[in-house]
């Protein structure tokens, strides 16, 4: 009887690891849930995985490396085919992206790089924000065409590198073009309370709003906030103020069903779906993928169905 | 060991602070092989003798020798160096470390420069063992008994300075066994040539350890004596001064202590603060506490007035007992309670003299019904004038008065809750003489007008003068009461002096 | 001319808020004209008073809190906890008085939380308010699920914080209101001189019959309904509860607000009224450096500054030399009158 037992439950063990050698396993060490679009990354990252038939093993650090470690190591010990890591920071990776290489899993980086040997893993993706900023001003620019327009700018939180990079790509777009010109720019802390706070002392300072021709707002909280702030002055936004800016968030495509917001770039969660590919390759046909692989970063304004993309971008979870 | 060298001898040293003297022209000798107390009331100049020799002090005059050297120490450290160690009452060691680490804090054994933590445990060991003490000495400190700690202080201190060493009141959270453990640690020290001073305020113990008493009153030494053969009752007299005068009495009304009492304790107590005791106070009566430093008069005052909560007995107001829980419900029950120490229990400081004046009658009355600026500022003006408080504007922060005139201010905010018992600590401590008078007058008066009153002094005289009766503390316990024509200070001096036996069921 | 005691002991106060007027007025030339737009006031000083709102709600509790030697750390985190208790109540269907009294109660019971780990387990307030703070912003999100909860469909809760009634933003009725409410009960009622003792000592107030611990209590409780209804403005404002940003280091400038206002932090004496200019002096700060159209990276360099210039100037150093230089200039004038009628 006991015999019996064992033979069948090793026949079934068997017969587990025959079904995984068909499908890959992979590891990811998620930073936590600290914001919406954090979170619509992890829903798209398993729904990624899930499509292509993936075992994803996931692991939320809470902010913190040791734990992002911690996991890694976990999943080393378990022999994954493969691990993603969003580094909650960029030093202190060397070590463990060893381990990883030694036991020949190749790790992908998601959404941020790190500070270790581009050799100790297989590839970064993330977006470009210098590129997204690009995007936003190019839509600007094409948008006034030779109309003179006065530009004030939502800077994120000062000295933060997203809000370096969107600054700088934007300025880049408008270089060139005379007509265009930012009046004021102030940080806003990538937050709504600031946005509406400091888009008020904009109106105030430009004449009650009439010199401002656009607003670019490095993130879609403070466009948000600047909306409302606009509207409390007695202008339209969308029409009297233009309104763009970056991210892609839910409620920025409320405000284009609502006529109120003009265009935003999209910051996309899915990091998942190109590093799954780039791996495919890279195991398959041992394609090594370029170090760096750039997200899409794509322009969304009111033509684009925004009720259809505010529903489905609220159902990942922003 | 009779004709033993002087090992420390202290010759006209002389300390003042703000040019008020604390120590006058001392002198103390301290030979080895010898345990030596020093006895005095408050100060006495007992502490500032102890940190002059200790080095935390400077002395103004006079030379202190060691070993027939004059010696200069800048400090505690310095001091240690010399030889010279101390034990505080509350164990000044940390006690989140290891026993072994706290002996050898700061000169641990070294090797290879770091801390060769064997050597320093076996070591740790066999200075201990010198003491009988067998202890885990890789276990923190905190897990012993502060008897233990106490002895681990003194191995620290002794291995350090190894000549002289102070005891500053070591046995004051000590029980009795634990008091004869440390006793045997100080016989074996004494053994071994080491001077010993030794503070306390439990004659019992000085009689039991010391070989000779020197007593210090109001900065001046009074008398150096050998133990054997001092009657007690003048060594009493030595620490609190012979009142020669002739004491004078106010004479009672005999009427008065056939009334019912006010206040009754019956078997009130709470170990460690004060045994068990029973006293009556009737309206128009002073009852008088006196007993030395320690031997429960506040703690008797705080039990009765809610602050500490009794662990036995009861408080019964006017025939019905009274859960005393806290100020407010002894406040309720109209008792009063001027405290010893001013500054940190009586006044608030940056509040004016008129909010002073008022404060414990708003608090009765509580937040929702406040007195009118024009009710305040009545009652204040008329308690400045009443008790003659010198203040130049009810307005002015009590922190800037006299220590006199806050003690009245203290005596106006409870005399406007309109009490019917007033409990006063000490009141005329630190206070100028004219004022002095005052509030002695004003005990009488108030007595006079039918308030009972419970009053704790260290002026024998003053308390023969004013009290009804007057009950006798000593060592946490009530030896005597004395009444009529007992009230006088050579019978409360008898009753502290009384030896330890009385009380105790030997 | 006798002028009113409120106005003579807020003196510092009233000049540092008159000459940073003064300095926004030369920045921004359009910073003191009001008009009337869409029915409500509007212009920069209007902003000042509205943007002040949640620290001025917060100097309230605070300065209370201070006066009895404490210190509220958790104040900002209430308000993100309160302001994502008041988005899901409304967008769970509950009624404008529903949602209200739920956040309030939120806050109350912030604040009772402090108080009974200050007065019942004595344990010191910095470290009592530092676990909610801690953990405060934590909760917040655990009810927002990590994202801004939005209302934008629900104006009645909107209307608190960008609605306005007889011309002027809610925000600023309601602090006006709370301020009021809070001097009249401190100063008409007995609270504010046993708030003072317990702050200066709290041994001697308690044995002369204060009940302390209630007081205690009391007083966090009111710094935490004062961070709730601070939560709530916050939150109505943006039509969302942002869990991670709503109220941030906001106990700070509370603080700041409070010893700008004249109250020390060792406790005792306490002014509501100079907390709320000291409130309104950092508000008028940070409204001016947003009008001036310096480089963001200036921002905080300029308003440390500032700020200390003023406690420079109110410290009690150049307090003393400031009244040196005015009894030397009162004996010179007086030995000049002397020597003017020595010579006729």
Request: with cysteine.
């Amino acid at each position: 009887m006991r015999t019996l037992n064992l033979l069948a439950a090793t026949a079934f063990a068997t017969a587990l690891s025959v079904s995984s050698a068909f499908a890959l396993t992979v590891g990811f060490s998620q930073i936590g849930s600290e914001s919406g679009w954090r979170a619509a990354e992890t829903s798209v990252t398993k729904l990624e995985a899930q499509k292509r038939g993936i075992d994803l093993k996931f692991a939320d650090a809470q902010q913190k490396q040791e734990n992002q470690i911690k996991a890694v190591r976990s999943f080393i010990a378990q022999g994954v085919d493969a691990i993603l890591i969003a580094p909650v920071v960029a030093t202190g990776w060397d070590a463990v992206l060893k381990e990883a290489k030694e036991a020949e899993i190749p790790v992908i980086l998601l959404d941020r790089t790190v500070d270790a040997p581009e050799d100790l893993y297989l590839t970064a993706v993330t977006s470009d924000t210098v590129f997204e900023g690009k995007v936003a001003g190019d839509w600007l620019v094409k948008e006034v065409g030779d109309k003179p327009c006065n530009i004030v700018e939502l800077q994120g939180t000062t000295g933060s590198s997203p809000a370096i990079n969107r600054k700088k790509g934007f300025d880049e777009a408008i270089a060139g073009h005379d007509n265009l010109k930012i009046i004021r720019s102030q940080t806003g802390d990538f937050t709504r309370t600031k946005g509406k706070e400091v888009m008020e002392s904009f109106i105030k300072a430009e004449g009650g709003g009439k010199n401002i021709c656009a607003l670019y707002a490095h993130n879609d909280d403070m466009a948000v906030g600047a909306i409302q702030a606009i509207k409390e002055a007695g202008l339209k936004p969308g029409k009297d103020i233009l309104v763009v800016s970056v991210d892609a968030v839910p409620d920025i495509f409320q405000a284009f069903v609502a006529g109120e917001a003009n265009a935003t770039v999209e910051l996309t969660p899915n990091m998942a779906g190109p590093a799954f590919d780039a791996l495919d390759a890279y195991l398959k046909d041992k394609k090594e993928p370029a170090k760096w692989i750039q997200t899409e970063s794509k322009l969304y304004t009111p033509a684009d169905d925004p009720q259809k993309v505010y529903d489905e971008k609220k159902g990942l979870g922003y | 060991m009779a004709n033993a060298q002087p090992l420390l001898s202290v010759r006209g040293v002389s300390k003042a602070f703000l040019g008020v003297s604390a120590l006058e022209n001392v002198d103390f000798t301290l030979k080895a092989g010898e345990v030596h107390a020093l006895l005095g009331e408050n100060g006495a100049g007992k502490s500032t003798l102890i940190k002059i020799i200790t080095g935390a002090y400077r002395r103004d005059e006079g030379e202190v020798l060691l070993d027939g050297t004059p010696i200069y120490p800048r400090d505690v450290v310095d001091a240690q160096k010399l030889g010279i160690g101390t034990v505080y009452q509350e164990v000044n060691l940390l006690t989140n470390l290891t026993v072994a680490e706290n002996l050898f804090l700061g000169r641990q054994p070294k090797r290879f420069g770091l801390t060769d933590v064997r050597e320093m445990n076996r070591r740790s060991r066999a200075i201990l063992d010198t003491y009988g003490l067998s202890i885990d000495v890789t276990a923190p400190l905190a897990n012993f008994s502060v008897a233990i700690q106490q002895v681990v202080a003194i191995a620290r201190a002794v291995d350090i300075s190894g000549k002289v060493l102070v005891l500053d009141e070591p046995t004051a959270s000590l029980d009795a066994h634990e008091v004869e453990m440390l006793f045997a640690v100080v016989r074996q020290l004494r053994e071994r040539g080491m001077g010993i001073i030794f503070i306390s305020h439990f004659l019992d113990q000085v009689y039991e350890i010391a070989d000779t008493i020197t007593v210090l009153r109001n900065g001046r030494l009074i008398d150096t004596v050998p133990v054997a053969g001092l009657d007690r009752l003048k060594l009493v007299s030595m620490m609190l001064g012979r009142q020669l005068e002739a004491d004078f009495k106010r004479t009672i009304d005999p009427n008065t202590a056939k009334a019912e009492p006010l206040v009754s304790l019956r078997g009130l107590g709470k170990r460690g603060n004060i045994d068990p005791l029973d006293l009556d106070i009737r309206q128009g009566e002073v009852v008088g506490i006196a007993g030395l430093l320690g031997s429960g008069r506040t703690e008797t005052a705080q039990l009765v007035f809610g602050i500490e909560r009794a662990d036995s007995g009861t408080i019964s107001v006017a025939g019905t007992p009274v859960n005393m829980s806290s100020p407010r419900r002894a406040i309720s029950q109209g008792f009063a309670f001027c405290p010893e120490d001013r500054k940190t229990d009586g006044i608030v400081g940056d509040l004016s003299v008129r909010e002073n004046i008022i404060f414990a009658l708003q608090a009765q009355r509580g937040w929702m019904r406040p007195l009118s600026r024009s009710e305040q500022e009545a009652l204040a003006d008329r308690y400045i004038a009443a008790l003659d408080i010198r203040t130049s504007d009810r307005e002015k922060p009590i922190k800037f008065l006299s220590g006199g005139n806050q003690q009245k201010v203290l005596l106006a905010r409870w005399l406007a809750t309109n009490p019917r018992f007033l409990i006063l600590d000490e009141p005329t401590r630190g206070i100028d003489v004219g004022a002095h008078a005052e509030i002695i007058r004003l005990i009488v008066d108030l007595c006079e007008r039918g308030m009972a009153l419970l009053v704790i002094s260290s002026e024998l005289g003053e308390l023969v003068g004013y009290s009804s009766r007057i009950i006798v503390l000593r060592d946490r316990k009530m030896v005597s009461e004395l009444t009529g024509d007992e009230i006088s200070t050579e019978h409360i001096m008898k009753a502290i002096a009384s030896h330890g036996a009385t009380g105790e069921a030997a | 001319m006798a002028v009113p005691t409120i106005v003579r002991e807020r003196t510092p106060q009233i000049i540092v808020l008159a000459v940073i007027l003064v300095l926004n007025a030369i920045i921004s030339p359009g910073f003191f004209s009001i008009e009337i737009q869409n029915e409500r006031l509007y212009g920069s000083l209007i902003d000042v008073l509205n943007r002040g709102a949640p620290v001025t709600l917060l100097a309230i509790g605070m300065t209370l809190v201070i006066a009895t030697k404490g210190i509220d750390l958790s104040v900002g985190a209430v308000m993100a906890i309160v302001g994502a208790v008041a988005a899901s109540l409304i967008t769970s269907g509950y009624s404008l008085p529903a949602t209200l009294a739920g956040a309030l109660f939120v806050g109350l019971a912030c604040g009772l939380w402090n108080g009974a780990l200050v007065a019942l387990l004595d344990i010191q307030p910095i470290i009592a308010t530092l676990i909610l703070m801690v953990a405060g912003r934590g909760i917040a999100q655990l009810i927002t699920e990590g994202v801004i909860l939005t209302f934008n469909d629900k104006p009645e809760l909107i209307f608190v914080g960008s609605g306005s009634f007889l011309s002027l933003p809610m925000p600023v009725i309601i602090w006006i209101v709370v301020a009021i409410l809070a001097i009249l009960v401190v100063r008409r009622s007995a609270l504010g001189l046993l708030i003072e003792a317990i702050g200066v000592n709290r041994r001697a107030s308690t044995l002369s019959g204060v009940n302390s611990r209630v007081i205690l209590l009391a007083v966090y409780a009111v710094s935490g309904l004062c961070a709730a209804t601070a939560g709530v403005i916050a939150a109505a404002d943006i039509k969302g509860a942002d869990a991670n940003n709503a109220g941030l280091w906001l106990e700070m400038d509370a603080i700041l607000a409070v010893v700008i206002g004249g109250t020390s932090l060792l406790g005792g004496r306490f002014s509501l009224v100079g907390s709320l200019m000291g409130a309104m002096i950092i508000q008028s700060l940070n409204t001016g450096i947003l009008l001036a159209g310096f480089p963001p990276e200036f921002n905080l360099i300029i308003k440390a500054a500032i700020i200390l210039i003023i406690l420079i100037v109110q410290s009690p150093a150049s307090q003393a030399a400031m009244a040196n230089v005015r009894a030397n200039r009162q004996a010179v004038a007086i030995k000049s009158e002397s020597r003017e009628h020595a010579a006729r």
